[in-house]
């Protein structure tokens, strides 16, 4: 079997597509969706996430208030531009690009962001309201795997999925919004203490792999069949890149399509839709600022 290829650079194309479109309404209205992105330090990642997250604000006609500070930025600093921000009613949200050098607690400064601007939906307030089914901003790389699923046509109601990975930015949002009523999936979630995880594994119709280890599952992990979400994204080595790195996935891609129904690439798979879904957060923000919803 050679699995279907899950396009997510289209289909968050297509949902940046949609977001425009709004935008030009609001701003008819005199609204202009503003993120402040803020980055501390030089990590390169980091760098190059910020850097696709301003080009996605552009491509759909938001404004990006970017903050590009030292390294030694202490805590107290960073809290006071938050605060800032918090009060600055042309900025709708806000979004702190982790990770923070050891120096900054990442706990203290996301409860520091105001709920209402926190588009990551990472604050502990948005955090409950995920759990409770209220509204809210749901955080965008898990959001984006169930817009995935949905505009794919996989079918998720009563369906077995296994989550490897439970971070509190991936693995434990999206097991929240896989046993939601709307996808209504049977959620297992697993971790360093999984005890014989191909078993588990083995047993999913839909598996997301969470995990932050370049191609550890293995194809023999994969039921035949099954929908693979892979939303790992890890630098190794390769020197016939300029870079000196390319980017893989959690899952051995080529060997899991021939077990695989369907499976997302590394890149292009989760990862433009983490962005799509932050610009769409952004949105939500501005019109619920401005009383538009
Ligand atoms: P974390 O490091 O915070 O969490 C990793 C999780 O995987 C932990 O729960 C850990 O278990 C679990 N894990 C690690 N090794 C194993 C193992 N051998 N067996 C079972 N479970 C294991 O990572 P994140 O959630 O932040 O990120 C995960 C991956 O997703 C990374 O590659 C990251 O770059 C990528 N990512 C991609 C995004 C995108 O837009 N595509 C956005 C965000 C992240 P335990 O809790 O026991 O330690």
Sequence with gaps: MSAKIIDGAQIAADLRADVAKD???????????TLAVILVGNDPASQSYVKG????LHEVGMNDRTFRLPETTTQDELLKLIKE?????LVNGILVQLPLPKQI????????????????????????KLLLGHDTFIPCTPHGVIHLLKRTGIETSGAKV???????????????LMMNK?????????????KNLPEV???????????GKPQFIKADMIKKGAVVIDVGVNRIDDSSKKSGFRLVGDVDFEPACEIASAITPVPKGVGPMTIAMLVANTLVAAKRQNGLE
């Design 23 to 33: 935008v030009e309404k609001i701003k008819a209205k005199g609204v202009q969706p």
């Design 53 to 56: 997250k301003t080009n996605a």
């Design 85 to 89: 921000l918090n009060a600055d009613k």
């Design 105 to 128: 607690d990442p706990d203290t400064v996301i409860e520091t962001i105001s709920p209402e601007k926190d588009v990551d939906g990472f604050h502990p307030v948005n955090v409950g």
């Design 162 to 176: 296994v989550i490897v990975g439970r971070s509190n930015i991936v693995g434990k949002p999206l097991s929240v």
């Design 182 to 194: 709307d996808v209504n999936a049977t959620v297992t979630v697993c971790h360093s203490g999984t």
């Design 201 to 211: 594994t083995r047993e999913a119709d839909i598996l997301v792999a969470a995990m």
